[in-house]
């Protein structure tokens, strides 16, 4: 049995894997055929963490448009936060999202999710926009999402890891 997670390319045979995931970490998770959905578009792209027949620690998935990208969702199992899989599944999207052509990476986050904004912050993501009452709550309450960018080209901040 290996002790380090692998990131590795999603599957469709991942979906219902992947909503499981997902729904443990968001109140609106993605069902297994929102997975499906998302993974069958030709512009799609994602990657899952797994530690040998674990379920996955991790996923991340993402899309390019022209030059732009977008972080559709990325989710860590709460048992393995602040690993560095969040940081690795970013990494992956990244290099994904320049590969096809991008020249921006877009994502979208609760204004309240701080750790998650820290994350995102330390991998040079800007806010750039907000979405006023984006995200309901189980409670019925809603709140902001903040539009963040991250430009792609390399440079010399690529030699600093950002």
Not at 31 to 54: K, N, Q, W
Not at 70 to 75: D, Q, Y
């Amino acid at each position: 049995m290996s002790t380090k997670p692998v990131l590795r390319a999603t599957s469709m045979e991942d979906a219902p894997a992947l909503a499981t995931l997902h729904a443990t970490c968001f109140e609106d998770a993605w069902s297994t055929a929102a997975m499906i959905e998302v993974l069958r578009a030709p512009d799609t792209f994602g990657f899952i963490t797994t530690i040998d027949a674990l379920p996955p620690l991790g996923l991340a998935l993402g899309r390019v448009s022209a030059d732009e990208a977008e972080l559709l969702t990325i989710a860590v199992d709460g048992a393995w936060r602040r690993y560095g899989l969040g940081r690795a599944l970013i990494d992956a999207v990244i290099e994904a999202a320049r590969t096809r052509g991008a020249r921006h990476l877009f994502l979208e986050v609760a204004e309240d999710n701080m750790g998650a904004r820290a994350l995102y912050e330390g991998k040079s993501f800007q806010s750039v926009g907000r979405r006023r009452a984006y995200y309901a709550r189980a409670d019925g309450s809603a709140i902001d999402a903040l539009t963040m960018r991250r430009d792609l080209a390399r440079g010399w901040r690529w030699l600093l890891g950002r």
